[in-house]
């Protein structure tokens, strides 16, 4: 095949696509996503953003987000010598976030498990991820809303419930509505 139709082509898909987004011109946020901590950590804030340049947390007032999920992921990391997993839930909204959380936590249980039951096709529409305190100070659980009608989803979980399962669960079925993977009838 001839290179020069495959690139032609290919700078003709990139000049229709960018012919039709909106993309807004002029001073804005980078790209690159902004990391949302999930932790009762301070007193101030339910999630907050991290400054290393300052070395302080920033409060987010809000206790809702909004957007499109677009990914997840688990991640190890290192934190006082010890390795951890993290649950990282990318959203689009008027940036890029990562909502981080430790595996291991109520809120991650809560959000992975809820992510798993949902139907693929919600995955290509906006949600809303929220986050809301428990009774003890360090309870912390992770609501998911249809930002439609302010329908919460209740997905309650067992015990004994395989996580690993369930994140596979639902990172196929993240990965099917954003066309990265073939849809089955064992995530569907």
């Not at 907050?48 to 947390?57: P, R, S, T």
């Not at 909502?99 to 809560?110: D, H, N, P, Y």
Request: charged fraction near 25%.
């Amino acid at each position: 095949m001839d290179t020069n139709l495959d690139s032609n082509y290919l700078l003709q898909e990139i000049l229709a696509q960018l012919r039709t987004s909106n993309q807004v011109l002029g001073f804005r946020h980078s790209p690159k996503a902004r990391y949302i901590y999930a932790n009762r950590k301070y007193p101030d804030a339910l999630w907050y953003f991290w400054n290393g340049a300052k070395d302080e947390h920033e409060p987010i007032e809000f206790n809702a987000l909004t957007g499109i999920i677009e990914r997840l992921e688990i991640e190890q990391k290192e934190y006082k010598g010890k390795v951890e997993n993290k649950v990282n839930l990318h959203i689009r909204a008027d940036r890029n976030y990562v909502i981080q959380a430790g595996a291991e936590t109520l809120f991650a249980k809560g959000l992975l498990y809820t992510l798993s039951k949902l139907p693929i096709k919600a995955f290509s529409q906006p949600m809303t991820i929220a986050v809301e305190p428990g009774e003890t100070e360090q309870v912390l659980f992770c609501r998911i809303y249809n930002p439609t009608t302010g329908q919460a989803v209740y997905a309650p979980y067992a015990e004994d419930t395989n996580w690993q399962a369930v994140t596979q669960r639902a990172v196929a079925k993240i990965d099917a509505a954003h066309g990265r993977v073939e849809q089955t009838q064992k995530t569907a």
